[in-house]
């Protein structure tokens, strides 16, 4: 039968495509923008040379979102190849040089050799719409986060006692130091007014806030040098952790509605340990589509929860974590083990057993999330939800 390949290297503006035939040669090599009309051209272009195409892409996602909906719009049968295999596969080929023009060769080359790459299939409105919802609650989070780090660096310059006795994930000290940031300033206001300004402010356990700042306060009476611009600082990065918590908090809940307008939620979240947020990101990793990975063991294997070996000579039984895996995937599974070890007594004997078997607190919970995936796998395949069964876990 003949058949062509066509490799793409993605780029954010320019895309480079090379066609193969079946012995190797070149047939086409075009650089394209990425751009509708451009690519139709190019698309056009490869099927006047054979109408049985197999495209490769080495991105599967953001930039590639275009050229790869046109394909799968069109029928046509697309691969990926991620760009790290790429990578490494351009060493065995002639010449040192990289150019767009190489690694799409590379690319399409590596799509006729090898029969194992994952195939790209259209994702469901649902799944799209949970994956840029989780992907903006983790930049939101990342934010967060950056700036929490900030905030201890500014107030530890000039205030330590009281950086070392608030907790920042909270939301009382926060709304406390977006109006006072200085040791002189607490104890000019005085404890029953801040008691009266932090619950006019809402802040639950005002009281006990209040003398916790009044009490770091007593200990320094020293002004540190840049104190006044450094409590603005402060005050900016209290006020903005404070609105990133609210949109972490909207973001939730539309997460949480997308993700129970899901055929599949019933069964994803009947899982202990898994709810809305977990739940959506496994739909935004996985489109709940199991038909992709084959067999459970794929899908492990690609949550990072299933062990290889690295075994050479005589050293055999060395098993670690891939190298290679979906960090995504790899929290729901793991964070959701975690969780339910605390709320399910089937996952809670499981992990005693394994603990009991000399397994490490992290071994122990990888096997547990190990186990989950083939559980998760067949509720899915099944359309059943989770029912606890003791004896089946103690038995296993």
Sequence with gaps: MTRIWAGTDIGKTHHHCVVLNAQGERLLSRRVLNDEPELLALLADVLALDEDVVWAVDVGDGMAALWISMLLNHGQHL???????????????????????????????????????????????????????????????????????????????????????????????????????????????????????????????????????????????????????????????????????????????????????????????????????????????TAGDMSRYGTADRLASLAGVAPVPRDSGNVSGNLHRPRRYHRGLQRVFYSSALISIRTCDDSRRFYERKRSEGKRHTQAVLALARRRVNVLWALIRDGQCYQSDPSVTAAA
């Design 79 to 285: 691969v990926y190849i991620p760009g790290l295999a790429v990578n490494r596969a351009s060493a065995g080929y002639r010449g040192m040089g990289k150019t767009d023009a190489r690694d799409a060769t590379v690319i399409a080359d590596q799509a006729r050799m090898r029969g194992d790459l994952t195939i790209l299939r259209p994702d469901d409105e649902h799944a799209v719409e949970l994956r840029v919802l989780t992907n903006r609650r983790a930049d939101l989070n990342i934010d967060r986060t950056r700036r929490i780090n900030r905030l201890r660096g500014q107030l530890t310059s000039i205030f330590p006692a009281l950086e070392r006795a608030l907790d920042l994930g909270n939301v009382g000290p926060l709304v406390l130091l977006s109006g006072y940031q200085t040791p002189a300033a607490l104890r000019r206001i005085g404890r029953r007014r801040l008691e009266t300004w932090l619950r006019n402010r809402k802040v639950r356990s005002f009281e006990a806030l209040a003398e916790t700042a009044l009490e770091a306060a007593a200990r320094q009476h020293t002004a540190v040098p840049g104190e006044k611009i450094t409590a603005q600082v402060i005050h900016t990065l209290a006020t903005e952790v404070m609105s990133l918590n609210d949109q972490i908090t909207e973001i939730d809940k539309l997460i949480a509605d997308r993700f129970r307008d899901h055929e599949l939620a019933e069964v994803i979240a009947s899982m202990p340990g898994i709810g809305p947020l977990l739940g959506a990101e496994f739909l935004a990793a």
